[in-house]
């Protein structure tokens, strides 16, 4: 299974970009990246995900390496409801369905 | 439309009690989701339902018992639950097609007395 790796927290200023790194060194060719946040108590919320290329939506922008071993999600103009954890996931195994792998993810707090 | 929906938000009960958890989309998913986070913790998968066929077992104990009665509804039957079975029990669902996107409910908080 490919894990992810994650700094465990981050600031950030209100208004200036979030820059989310995510390593995932032993992810398989077929595999993406997902990136979803979780604010206080509520439940997941997807943002983005992608295979190789770079995406962006009206979220964020995901960038991911050439070699497809890390990735970082960029949050352009981040807000106080940016405050959440963070998660970057691989999704496992090649079944139409597809299991979500979380990790412990990135606490951002997001300061005015 | 992107929304799951879970009932109750919160529940109680005791450790004898028989309670029901429901979660429903209106999105066509074909794939519906059982997870179970604990304070701190990221989300476990517990359940994972595919054309209303139990595909995935994450070797759950069997007081937790999981039904999709139809494609746009999942249930969690609870039963002789233990304290440490208090948790947000998270439902999400998915096309069920190779690109998958999970989208996720609000979650049941449960405390188990």
């Known amino acids: 299974d490919a894990k992810t790796t994650q700094p465990p927290s981050m600031d950030c200023a209100e208004g200036r970009a979030a820059n989310l790194p995510c390593n995932h060194s032993?992810?398989?060719?077929?595999?993406?990246v997902y990136w979803y946040r979780q604010i206080h108590s509520q439940g997941p919320q997807y943002i983005i995900h992608?295979?190789?290329n770079n995406e962006t939506n009206e979220m964020a922008s995901l960038i991911i390496t050439e070699d497809r071993k890390s990735s970082t999600l960029i949050l352009p103009h981040a807000t106080l409801r940016d405050t959440a954890v963070y998660y970057c996931i691989v999704r496992v195994g090649t079944d139409s369905w597809g299991k979500l792998q979380f990790g412990a993810g990135t606490q951002v707090v997001v300061t005015p | 439309d992107t929304e799951v929906t879970q009932t109750p938000k919160h529940l109680v009960m005791g450790m004898t009690n028989k309670k029901s958890l429901k979660c429903e989309q209106h999105m066509g998913h074909r794939a519906m989701y059982w997870y179970k986070q604990k304070a701190k913790k990221p989300p476990e998968l517990m359940f994972v339902?595919?054309?209303?066929?139990?595909?995935i077992n994450e070797s759950v104990p069997s007081r937790f018992s999981p039904e999709c009665p139809n494609s746009s509804l999942l249930n969690l039957h609870l039963h002789a639950l233990q304290p440490e079975d208090s948790a947000l029990y998270l439902c999400?669902?998915?096309?069920?097609?190779?690109?998958?996107?999970?989208?996720f409910g609000p979650g049941t908080r449960l405390l188990v007395l």
């Open positions: 999400a669902s998915s096309r069920g097609t190779n690109q998958e996107t999970q989208y």
């Open positions: 992608g295979l190789k």
């Open positions: 032993t992810i398989s060719g077929n595999e993406y």
């Open positions: 339902y595919s054309y209303e066929k139990l595909s």
